[in-house]
């Protein structure tokens, strides 16, 4: 029992993308509804507290985990075009995250991804949890991105995975961003959030903040909120780093993500730090080794 909850702890903490706000926000998945969703968040987005121009929204509807991050980046769409349309190229952006250890992209039935997620720390890969997806470019044109994952079944009865990436151009260096995700879970996992909430996660914050504690310092949210929060930070950064390794060559690419992933994790190290730089670069230079004689 003990080694299936800490699987589910790692699942969990692993692949949730999602953090809470009041309501779920429009859908947005067309390019004139992108492009509503950015002139409504315009405002918030010159001015969000991140001192960068992302807003974070999710909800948790009957045990459906959904979030949802909108952004505006520094790269003209043609770049994501180029750089994210492919299943592989996802591999190089998935791996930089603390808790993907491998991922694999094939084409034995159209495009797919196998992910394994584990802890912080190099493990073998069969003491982690496999989750396999299927890949597709919904829209691929020079007005707009959508692409997509989806998974029926993942490890611990959790199920209806998916995961989109869609863009829009602002203007000739500039794109507006929008990455969801979702997931069902069942009672176990609930359990196992549960027991994690109240021993290793109790003192771990995210990026809400309710209030102000007795000595004037900003209290954040905690518990569930907090853990889908610091996760979407962490898999929006790892886009981020990969987008902005690619003007390097192709040998340095990975070294440089890496390395970009942990500075930016750093702004924020109240709710994201876990490792020293040396400890996770070690760690995702094995892994990244790994995943290349693998395949």
């Known amino acids: 029992m003990a080694r299936l909850i800490l699987g589910l702890f790692v699942l969990i903490l692993g692949q949730a993308c999602s953090v809470p706000a009041s309501g779920a926000p429009p859908d947005a998945r067309t390019p004139a509804a992108l492009r509503e969703k950015y002139l409504e968040l315009k405002e918030q987005l010159a001015n969000s507290p991140f001192h960068q121009p992302l807003a974070l929204y999710a909800q948790d509807p009957d045990d459906q985990l959904e979030g949802d991050v909108y952004a505006v980046i520094d790269h003209p769409l043609h770049v994501l075009r180029s750089a994210l349309v492919r299943a592989s190229q996802w591999c190089e952006v998935l791996i930089l995250h603390l808790n993907v250890q491998y991922c694999h992209s094939g084409s034995r039935s159209g495009q797919t991804l196998t992910l394994r997620i584990g802890r912080k720390y190099l493990q073998l890969l069969s003491d982690t949890q496999r989750l396999d997806f299927a890949y597709r ?90 853990i889908v929060e610091r996760n979407a930070m962490r898999y929006y950064l790892a886009i981020d780093a990969y987008l902005g390794a690619l003007s390097a060559p192709s040998a340095e690419r990975p070294e440089r993500s890496m390395r970009a992933w942990f500075a930016s994790t750093e702004r924020y190290a109240l709710q994201l730090h876990e490792l020293d730089e040396a400890q996770y670069l070690a760690t995702k230079r094995a892994e990244y080794c790994r995943q290349e004689a693998c395949q």
């Open 137 to 226: 470019v919904k829209a691929d044109s020079p007005q707009y991105l959508e692409v997509q994952l989806n998974s029926d079944t993942g490890p611990f009865g959790t199920r209806d995975y998916r995961i989109s990436l869609a863009g829009i151009p602002l203007d000739t260096t500039r794109s507006f961003l929008h990455f969801s995700y979702s997931y069902a879970y069942g009672r176990l996992a609930r359990i196992a959030m549960g027991v994690y909430l109240a021993t290793l996660g109790r003192d771990k914050v995210g990026f809400s903040v309710l209030g102000k504690e007795p000595n004037g310092a900003a209290r954040y949210t905690k518990g569930f909120r907090g």
